[in-house]
């Protein structure tokens, strides 16, 4: 039985605005148990079992998040002047963000090598300079290129926060250091009618919610082991719309379906569901599929979900091995 979200005090725009787009700010994260394997567990100390990064010079990088393979974006403004910058070799922070709140900003959701995944504040340890970073949307590998801050920390929010003086109008991108190899692959959304709306049905019916309703929903098509067999993944919503209460039969869910022997297996990635017969006061998170994207270079693919919550906004990765769905990275504000 999936745990239920208990009550948390909302925050109002305003101040989520001052929040988000100047200091940092979390939300408590829950982490998933994994479904049937323990967690790779966040290596703190893992920077010094590394190797020592390997310099790189920035040399005559563009300060410019300019979109891969057509014109400079007039709202995409140059946000510093860059200058040489020493990269690590075999480590990238991994941020999430874009236009948020009429704002432009990034979480910090930690840190990724070849190795292992870090935590933000080892990540920070490892980097914690002016850089520029690629951006990758759902749809595009580096999609823009975009100078980013150093990390901010706020101590009230126990999170870090990369801004930028450049202009995006579109959220939902993963950054990671320009330069980190990443591997996409093709994503193709799915009709919601018949086999895979049944199936969300039965896994909510396992899951004990009597008489489920769907509401909003989509499905992803993907080669996440770049094996030629397809994963499916269903992100499903049905709240109430007022971001403020939930009762029994209201969910948020992401889910994804394997095909096991000769069996379709379908296994929960992220999500909620409420109980209460009677209406509480839960402020619920809404959980979205917003990229699949390679990022610790072991040639599968993680799934990225971002997280609403109210005014709040975050985002989770999770890596999937052999099966079994393990949080590597996340932060909310």
Known sequence: MIKVITSCV??????????????PATITLETLTPISASPTPWAEGTAAALASPTPWFAGT????????????????????????VEKPADFSPVLYGGKVYQSTFFLLLGGVSQETWLAPDISVSRFSGETTYSLHSFAQEAKYFLWGKSPEFSPTRQSYLVNTDAALEEPGFVGVIDGWQ??????????TDGIYQQALTDWLTTEEV???QVDSIHVYRVDLEGDGTDEVFISATHLDGSQHTTKAGDY??????????NEAVTRLVAGDLYQSQNPEITFPRTYSLTNFIDLNQDGILEVVVEIQKGEGYGALVFQIDDGDVIQALGAEC
């Not at 990443?182 to 009709?191: A, C, D, G, Q, Y």
């Open 61 to 84: 990088e563009t300060a410019l998040a300019v979109p891969t393979g057509g014109p400079l974006d007039p709202n995409v403004i140059p946000s510093a002047t860059p200058f040489p």
């Open 10 to 23: 909302s925050f109002t725009l305003l101040l989520t605005l001052i929040a988000c787009a100047q200091t």
């Open 252 to 261: 948020s869910v992401i889910l994804m379906r394997q095909v096991v022997g």
């Open 182 to 191: 990443i591997t996409k692959r093709p994503v193709n959304e799915l009709s």
């Open 210 to 212: 009597s008489d489920p």
